[in-house]
């Protein structure tokens, strides 16, 4: 497999959505508008779906249905997964999580399973604080983080950042909240817009 490269936008939202829930496993599904070359995979764009419960099947099974079909009407395609685990210190896969990646795997070869590192989401780290795992004989392995792109890091930090600090992770609305209230827009367009006026000086590729 080639190398991923995760947009401004991508990023971003992950971010927000730990943050916003930072004593609860977060987690959500990584999505791509282009087609792939040469093996390499541009994350373009990510669903946040639960904040409570990730083991609960049918509520996973939901979202991935619901995903897939707006996927399909928006010329998008489901090529990964994201958590981020309660405990800060632990960025390994869980079950849960292998469970979910595997079955993207099924629908897109190319798929891949990104864990945030909870110890390393201050504000000024230097590197991202991503850990990439990808399919390799039916096991999940560290992908070489060589292969791993996020353009300008440090500009896309600053609005990550800047955007905590505004309260504007608030407008974030998961999978678990529009099941709560189903008058909010799980494909956060409002945050969509927020992030590219800040992030199109940043990253053509939002």
């Given at each position: ?31 791509s508008?282009s ?19 990730l083991?609960l ?7 991935l249905?619901?995903?897939?079909v707006?996927c ?6 489901i090529v990964?997964?994201?958590q ?6 632990d960025?390994?896969?869980t079950?849960c ?11 897109f070869?190319?798929?891949v ?18 850990v990439?795992y990808e399919?390799?004989?039916?096991r999940?392995?560290?992908?070489d983080?060589?292969t ?8 896309i ?8 600090d505004s309260?504007?992770h608030?407008?974030?609305v ?6 709560d ?10 945050l ?10 940043v990253n053509?590729?939002?």
């Amino acid at each position: 497999m080639g190398e991923v490269e995760l947009s401004c936008r991508a990023y971003v939202k992950m971010y927000l959505h730990a943050c916003l829930f930072p004593r609860c496993s977060v987690n959500g599904l990584l999505l791509s508008s282009s087609s792939s070359a040469g093996g390499a995979v541009c994350v373009t764009d990510c669903v946040p779906l639960l904040h409570s419960h990730l083991s609960l099947a049918p509520i996973t099974q939901l979202a991935l249905t619901q995903v897939d079909v707006w996927c399909s009407q928006t010329q998008q395609r489901i090529v990964g997964y994201y958590q981020a685990n309660a405990c800060t210190s632990d960025s390994s896969p869980t079950p849960c999580a292998l469970k979910i990646a595997d079955k993207i795997a099924e629908q897109f070869d190319g798929a891949v399973l990104l864990m945030l590192d909870g110890s390393k989401m201050s504000p000024d780290y230097r590197v991202p604080p991503i850990v990439m795992y990808e399919r390799k004989d039916s096991r999940w392995t560290l992908k070489d983080k060589h292969t791993i792109m996020l353009r300008q890091w440090e500009e896309i930090r600053d609005v990550a950042s800047q955007m905590l600090d505004s309260g504007d992770h608030s407008l974030l609305v998961d999978f678990d909240s529009h099941l709560d209230d189903i008058t909010r827009d799980w494909t956060n367009q409002k945050l969509n817009s927020k992030i590219a006026e800040l992030c199109s000086p940043v990253n053509g590729n939002i």
